[in-house]
């Protein structure tokens, strides 16, 4: 197949020429997700992420389970991905679409400050990402909606902001921390009693590693730390410098940290305990 | 009823060719040479903000003189045709050597079937893992294209930069002594110095992570010079 794009001396009326998602529409429409290609049965799907600020921009996280129905799917899916040098994008949903969004997603952004020689704004970025999920509307209603979490530093304002989607479009800016997914609310739960504005950014994190370990708890889509194989979340964060991903040794390190602490509280026990069991009088 | 001129296909092309090249030696001129880490990019523009020279993709720089319309076309193609093929296929499969074949096309095209040719020249750079896989392809406004190795100049004083450059240039310069060798290849065919604020200068560096294109901002240039 050839993927020459045509020379244009002037692109034609009606397509935007900064637009790298009606470029490919234009040449290569097959390269495109589309509803034909879609089989709506039993895909993988990803689970619980979150994103919270702190003091100097923000921490976005994931965890690395992907299920599909009962089982599971994948036990070390990547679910945060940095979009450009200053945001994020981290994906709830059908896996295969929404890293395919994010794919589209990150050639959209490098295309635009190729070919406009600087970056779109962190709130355009965010209305692009809410066309993109509303292009998909198609596929959403066939069962393989996208429902990402974006996150980013914004260079004008010098602070960290978060976005929140809906599986149609709508673009909803978050005050200080969301978690969407299965798990979502039970992470949430966590951040909730934790979260104070002006965090430092250890402690958002240690917010971040915590809330995602209580979804695992609670939620079976939800993928805790796994020890035994070395598969821990997924955590960056993004500040004026940029994104930055946390290594993995530190987070094994926090969450040993994070075990010990509970550990010490009395919070786990081998076994659980439950009160008021009694035999069956047969 | 007018009789249609005749024109020999000879004139005609011959024609074109001076009319190209008499628009090209108008412009300012474009240094590219190899130094250690990759590929640096020298020109005199006193604009901060029009450039001669930019990124196309991951491993990929462009840099044009002459028409700036007309460079500018091209380098959007080039940016549309890397981004269309690296997102349906992968980032490793667009290649200078696929953009170059591109180009040449492309200009080719123009100049044969068009009354007006590009008044342009232009470079398309690759930095390798290594200094020998390095890639510079030297395109003329008439399609033809050229494989270079070491340095490249194009623009209005190309020749005499040439010569300069072939005295001065040394394989695996690090990237002070390039800006050096370049900037002063540029004053001395210009006749005065260039001062810091009015070269453009940038890089394809190999240590970078995976875009390699960097702008050397007018403080580092300044630094970098002393």
Known sequence: ?282 | MSLPYYISPEQFMKDKHKYAREGISRGKSVLAMEFSDGVLFVAENPSATLHKVSEIYDKVAFAGVGKFNEFETLRMHGIRQADVRGYSYSREDVTARGLANSYSQVLGLIFTEQLKPYEVEILVAAVGDDPETNELYHILYDGSVADEHGYVAMGGEAEALGEVLQKNYKDGMTMAAALKVGSKALSEVGGEAVPADNLEVAVLDRKRERRKFRRVSEKEIAELSR
């Open chain 1, 1 to 282: 197949m050839d993927s020459n794009v045509p020379f244009d001396q002037a692109p034609a009326a009606g397509i935007e020429p900064t637009s790298f998602s009606d470029l490919v529409r234009e040449n290569r429409p097959e390269a495109l997700p589309s509803v034909e290609q879609s089989a709506a049965a039993e895909a993988p799907h990803a689970t619980t992420i979150l994103a919270l600020r702190y003091d100097e921009g923000v921490v976005i996280a994931g965890d690395r389970r992907a299920t599909e129905g009962y089982s599971i799917a994948h036990r070390s899916i990547e679910k945060v991905f940095p979009t450009d040098e200053h945001s994020a994008v981290a994906i709830a949903g059908t896996a295969g679409p929404a890293i395919d969004m994010t794919r589209l997603f990150q050639t959209e952004l490098e295309h635009y400050e190729k070919i406009e020689g600087e970056q779109l704004t962190l709130e355009g970025k965010a209305n692009k990402l809410a066309q993109m999920l509303r292009a998909n509307l198609p596929m959403a209603m066939q069962g393989l909606g996208v429902i990402p979490l974006f996150a980013g530093y914004d260079l004008g304002r010098g602070l960290g902001r978060i976005f929140k989607y809906d599986m149609v479009g709508g673009r909803y800016e978050q005050e200080d921390f969301w978690a969407v997914g299965s798990g979502g609310r039970d992470a949430r739960a966590t951040i909730k009693k934790r979260y104070r504005p002006d965090l430092p950014r250890d402690e958002a994190v240690k917010i971040a590693l915590e809330a995602l370990y209580d979804a695992s708890e609670e939620d079976v889509g939800t993928g805790g730390p796994d020890v035994l194989r070395s598969i821990y979340p997924n955590i960056a964060f993004i500040s004026r410098e940029g994104y930055r991903r946390i290594g993995e040794e530190e987070i094994a390190a926090l969450f040993d940290a994070l075990l010990e602490e509970r550990k010490a509280a009395g919070r786990v026990h081998s076994r659980e305990s439950v009160p008021g069991s009694h035999e069956v009088n047969q």
